[in-house]
């Protein structure tokens, strides 16, 4: 930066130089304010001379020489070198400038490891104890923020400091308590090659949601991270041009997670010049040879005090030291903390215990390794038993053993000698890094004495005499296939609060304890989920020299220390118990398993075997343990994994129903449109995630794999909601239909009975609301603006869909007669109706009947049959009434007409049955 300045200062008297420059061939000149005499020959080349007067003024020495470089002639890609006293000062004989060099090429970029010595036209080597980049800057070992960065807050909920230094390190500030806020760290430059940006990090945030990301000129170059637990260096390529590097560490507006802050140990910007003017001496612990572009850290038992070290000095034999020493130490008096034990098979009742150096051996003089003895074989784990040649059996598949020499027993159907993996007496180091038949140590960043975690035999520790910065790991891999469970006890003793013991499953941090006392015996417990684990501790070590103490002393007490390990549930191991098994699982006599009933049956009571659930419930999952009713518009058969649409004309209609205008709905190509059946995650305004499942459960897709509910178990649900803790709840099991539009519009999906908690005594419950819109394509779920849970515990949803629509069916289909041909036939057509308010469905073919063809069923001519006959009866009976009563009226006016003849007078006559 000052040779930056003292160039700005020549520039400035250059110009005031060329204001009083006439154009002539050439001209010298004095700049009043500077001293300095200006010289511009004929081909425009500058040369400056430096004459001030004598009055007042110290003699000018070497230090107070700097140098520049004239602007480049485009003419000819050439510039001159010329020197300068940085100071006014009085020049003697003894301590001239040095002369200009002329026609040196305007561009030479060298290489990381070479620099450009002042004037040379190429390259050099940079000699041992040094090394360059290759024209650029590198920030490590911060005290406090360098000039070139700045540092800001943008809060919207609080108010933050931005990044601070801290113990060598670039942090992003305590924003404990903090939500809603970005702490940034900026960084300006200007790139004259292509080059790189370089940065080493770490993070604890909240998982998914806050963490640390990396900006170039407004785009993401690095993607929020929210946990990254050992340093990681991360290269970015970087153009030529002028550039903005904004580190970011953000969070949303609800909950915090982990440490709550990022780290950055070192930064590295490689294309600001196009060469290093110089090489930079290594620090104090470090060394170089030729031609470096990093220095490396002095081996175990060697140091270098001072900077520029091309090579480190050994340790005496009374001294020692750890990797990147400045000094060495005099070797402690050895103790019994400085061994271990080691043991031999077991014979008949003894094994033979011999003790080792802990290394690296560091003690001297002190107690003595004590002498090699027989004592008594250790007991024979859980699931095991003792043979006669003393040696520890497995139990038969099927028994189990609590160990302590008792002996293997049966196990009753319903419970299963269930394996499980212990570490108490025999911890052991695995074959392979593969992991599967013991612990696999290493050492996952810095120096770890022991090339991670040591095997003691009844425990294992991370070891003695790490590096201050360093990761000692120990990792296994086990095989639950049915689900299980890991616990273990450990201890850590720390001499500071950064240091901390971290356990992993899959990668995912589980635990992390930082200990800053004596210490004290803990204990872990977590539920597994079906499938192979990775397991893993890492003990994690950042001590400064800024601390108390230094660095060698206290990286020498550092320890962590797992006592007991067991891991039950695992496909092969001993049993230690017949385990009763749970529920929705069953299990013979002998079995070493528990078997999950199928979907759509339980366990009975003993769990001996399975029932089918009754009519009208279901139950969707193998080892699921409850039937549920079916919801509305819904039905099933005894022992169904679902329910269907409650119409026999649809019995298979897993994923729709038909309402009570036996309109048809099936949500079936809604589920076949995206992977598994599973919509992707919906974001709400409290930064929660959602996953819906219409046929299924969100469990059959990768896309909803952050599922899981706080004990770790996959949910098993059509809908899923991620909280922002990154655990997981059901919203929803029990699927119902519900006519709540005019008919044939749309209709609404419920999904009740899900998870309760501390925030939700009853089960949640979510609705979405299918509006049928034939234009809407395959459409999305969406949240209204008010968001997702409106109502406490109960959540909404909006899909506009063409599959919310009926299914077109005969009820939407207008049948259309032609007329009657000469062949006595006519045409009979089929169009849907208009608006056609359906979806899906096909029109019968055109077809051709004969026109006098009239159809009538059986049972209608029967009936007109009867009626007929019974109208001919009632017919024939009254027409023989009247005539038998005419027939009466006849034969009596025929006697009457007899009388008259004979002179007789009917006066009167009365037919009796008219009474």
């Known amino acids: ?381 859980s699931g095991s038993y003792r043979g006669t040649s003393g040696e520890c059996i497995a139990c038969p598949e099927g028994e189990a053993s609590p160990g302590a020499g008792l002996a293997c027993y049966t196990c009753p159907a319903g419970t299963a000698a269930a394996p499980e993996l212990v570490y108490d007496h025999a911890f052991k180091k695995a074959s392979s890094s593969n992991a599967e038949d013991g612990i696999w140590p290493s050492c996952d960043s810095g120096f770890c004495s022991s090339g991670g975690w040591r095997m003691l035999g009844n425990r294992m520790d991370s070891g003695l005499s790490n590096s201050p910065m360093s990761d000692s790991a120990a990792m296994t891999i086990v095989d639950t296939p049915n689900g299980g469970s890991v616990e273990f006890n450990y201890s850590v003793t720390s001499s500071n609060v950064y240091n901390r013991l971290k356990f992993f499953i899959d990668g995912r941090p589980k635990m992390f304890r930082p200990v800053a006392e004596e210490a004290s015996i803990f204990s872990f417990y977590s539920r597994l989920s079906p499938g192979r684990h990775e397991l893993k501790w890492v003990f994690h070590k950042e001590t400064y020299a800024s601390m108390e103490g230094g660095t060698n002393e206290q990286s020498a007490a550092d320890l962590a220390t797992v006592f007991w390990v067991r891991v039950a549930g695992v496909k092969e191991g001993n049993a230690g118990q017949c385990v009763t098994c749970a529920d929705g699982f069953f299990s013979k006599e002998k079995s070493s398993t528990c078997s999950p009933c199928s979907a759509g049956f339980l366990a009975n009571p003993d769990h001996t075997e399975c029932k089918a659930c009754p009519p009208g419930t279901f139950q969707p999952v193998p080892g699921g343990n409850e039937c549920k009713v079916c919801g509305t518009s819904q039905d099933s058969l005894p022992g169904s994994p679902y329910c269907v649409g409650g119409n026999p004309l649809f019995s298979n209609l897993q994923c729709g129903f038909v309402d009570s205008n036996n309109l048809v709905f099936d949500l079936k190509p809604l589920a076949l449109a995206v992977d598994g059946g599973v919509y992707p995650g919906l974001h709400d305004n409290r930064s929660m995630t959602y996953y819906i499942s219409l046929c299924g459960d969100v469990s059959n897709s990768s896309v909803s794999s952050q599922c899981y509910d706080g004990k770790g178990d996959r949910i098993h649900a059509p809908v899923c909601q991620v909280t922002t803790r990154n655990y997981a709840h059901a919203i929803g099991r029990t699927k119902a239909f519900h006519e709540t539009h005019p008919a044939g519009t749309g209709f609404t999906l419920s999904y009740s009975d899900g998870d309760k908690s501390s925030s939700c005594a009853s089960p949640r419950f979510t609705n979405i609301s299918f509006t049928c819109d034939l234009d809407a394509g395959i459409g999305q779920p969406q949240i209204d603006q008010g968001g997702v849970e409106q109502t406490r515990c109960q959540y909404s949803f909006q899909w506009r869909t063409r599959y919310a629509c009926p299914v077109c069916t005969g009820q939407h289909m207008v049948r259309e007669v032609g007329e009657c041909g000469p062949d006595g036939t006519r045409s009979v057509k089929f169009f849907w109706q208009e608006p056609k308010l359906c979806v899906g469905g096909r029109l019968p073919s055109s077809e051709i009947e004969e026109c006098e063809v009239v159809v009538v069923e059986k049972n209608t001519a029967f009936i007109a049959t009867a009626i007929v006959a019974g109208l001919l009866l009632v017919f024939a009976v009254s027409f023989g009434a009247l005539y038998i009563r005419h027939r009466r009226m006849y034969q009596a006016y025929s006697m009457l007409k007899e009388q008259n003849d004979a002179d007789l007078e009917l006066e009167a006559y009365v037919d009796e049955e008219d009474f």
């Open 1 to 381: 930066m000052a040779r930056v300045a003292n160039w700005l200062i020549l520039t400035l008297g250059l110009l005031s130089a060329l204001m009083l420059f006439k154009a002539s061939a050439s001209s010298d000149f004095t700049d009043k304010i500077t001293g300095n005499t200006f010289f511009v020959p004929d081909e425009g080349q500058c040369t400056v001379t430096w004459t001030p007067t004598s009055d007042g003024l110290s003699d000018c020495q070497e230090s107070d020489i700097e140098y520049t470089y004239t602007r480049c002639n485009p003419a000819t890609s050439k510039r001159s070198l010329t020197h300068f006293f940085s100071k006014p000062c009085k020049q003697t004989a003894a301590v001239p400038l040095p002369p200009d060099v002329h026609d040196l090429s305007c561009v030479v970029s060298c290489d990381a490891g070479e620099y450009l010595r002042p004037g040379a036209a190429t390259c050099e080597q940079c000699p041992a104890g040094t090394f360059s980049i290759g024209g650029g800057s590198r920030w490590h070992g911060f005290t406090e923020l360098p000039a070139e960065f700045t540092t800001s807050c943008d809060a919207s909920r609080g108010e933050c400091n931005g990044w601070v230094a801290q113990d060598g390190l670039l942090n992003s500030g305590d924003l404990s308590g903090i939500n809603g806020v970005a702490s940034i760290l900026t960084l300006n430059v200007e790139i004259v090659k292509p080059g790189n940006l370089k940065y080493e990090y770490r993070v604890d945030a909240e998982m998914g949601y806050d963490g640390l990301m990396v900006l170039m000129d407004g785009n993401l170059v690095m993607y929020r991270q929210s946990f990254q637990f050992e340093y990681k260096m991360v290269t970015v390529p970087i153009s030529v041009g002028v550039h903005r590097i904004e580190f970011m560490y953000v969070k949303d507006i609800v909950y915090s997670g982990g440490e709550d802050k990022a780290w950055i140990r070192s930064i590295e910007i490689v294309g600001t010049e196009h060469n290093d003017a110089s090489c930079t001496s290594c620090p104090p612990g470090y060394f170089s040879s030729a031609g470096a572009n990093q220095c490396t850290p002095c081996p175990s038992n060697t140091a270098s005090a001072q900077e520029g070290a091309a090579e480190c000095s050994p340790c005496s034999d009374s001294e020692y030291s750890l990797p990147a020493a400045t000094a060495c130490i005099a070797r402690p008096a050895c103790t019994n903390h400085d061994w271990y034990e080691t043991y031999g098979s077991c014979g008949g009742q003894t094994r033979l215990m011999t003790h080792l150096w802990s290394e690296p051996h560091i003690c001297q003089g002190g107690e003595p390794l004590p002498p090699a003895e027989m004592v008594a074989c250790a007991p024979c784990e």
